[in-house]
């Protein structure tokens, strides 16, 4: 059974930076998609970066430049580094992982993915 679990959310100042771990556990490397996601109250969940099975990249418009997902060498801790934070990134972060999807880009939608963390909340303040 794959398990995730974030961490390094916080508070933080415009123009400051995080870097949200997860560690993940129980699946077969590099079998897996996988990505981070964000969600405020009220709206759906939105793919901010993925990594997909052969380590292609992809990100949302809105941090292009700003946001880099990675992973460790062993694949089982995925990074997100954010960098000249905004209000706008105020959100709750979820990893997920999920071997069946074929292609994962930053247009996969959330319920493509059936293995996710708890979240970490990261909080951007003006």
């Known amino acids: 059974q794959v398990q995730l679990v974030e961490s390094g959310g916080g508070s933080v100042q415009t123009g400051e930076s995080l870097r949200l771990s997860c560690e993940i556990s129980?699946?077969?490397?590099?079998?897996?998609?996988l990505a981070w996601y964000r969600q405020t109250p009220g709206k759906e969940r939105e793919a901010v970066a993925a990594?997909?099975?052969?380590?292609?990249?992809r990100y949302l418009h809105a941090v292009k430049g700003r946001f880099t997902i990675s992973t460790d060498i062993t694949k089982t801790i995925l990074y997100l580094e954010m960098n000249t934070l905004k209000p706008d990134d105020t959100a709750m972060y979820y990893c997920?992982?999920?071997?069946?999807?074929?292609?994962?880009?930053?247009?996969?939608?959330?319920?493509?993915?059936?293995?996710w963390g708890p979240g970490t909340q990261v909080t951007v303040s003006s």
């Open positions: 997920a992982a999920d071997k069946g999807i074929k292609y994962c880009t930053e247009e996969t939608p959330w319920y493509e993915y059936g293995d």
């Open positions: 990594i997909d099975r052969d380590g292609f990249k």
């Open positions: 129980g699946y077969t490397v590099p079998k897996y998609c």
